[in-house]
């Protein structure tokens, strides 16, 4: 199962086409997706970010069923810092420091719209 405890980068391909699965369906009730992205392994899995929180959505299978979810709720969060590349490659990361300790890199392919994502965690993280 996935935990983001155990990770140091997540490598995520942004996929704003992708359907979303049933669980993130229902979440997106309370909360507004900002990107949809998916890891660049090629998995039918998935990654949210909304408003409030980070979704890792481990897919069971082609079809979408989820086998399980790990959430990362922003007020998790103690620091963050924002890298952006401009250019062809579009690349850019975002680092979330835990709590814990640990940071977690997110590095997206593709255009991620990072700042959305730099405001959301900051008032993520007054909440």
Do not use: W
Not at 53 to 79: C, F, N, Q, R
Not at 80 to 106: C, N, P, W
Request: hydrophobic share 45%; charged share 25%; with cysteine.
């Amino acid at each position: 199962m996935f935990s983001f405890q155990d990770q140091e980068e997540i490598r995520l391909v942004v996929n704003s086409g992708a359907k979303l699965l049933d669980l993130a369906e229902k979440m997106a009730d309370n909360s507004a997706v900002l990107l949809k992205c998916r890891p660049e392994s090629g998995r039918n899995d998935q990654v949210l970010f909304t408003d409030r929180e980070v979704l890792y959505i481990d897919a069971k299978d082609l079809v979408g069923h989820t086998e399980a979810a790990a959430v990362l709720p922003y007020s998790s969060v103690v620091s963050f810092a924002v890298e952006t590349a401009g250019g062809i490659m579009g690349e850019s990361a975002l680092r979330l420091d835990l709590l814990t300790g640990k940071s977690v890199s997110f590095r997206f392919k593709g255009k991620a719209d990072v700042v959305s994502l730099a405001a959301a965690v900051r008032k993520g993280m007054k909440a």
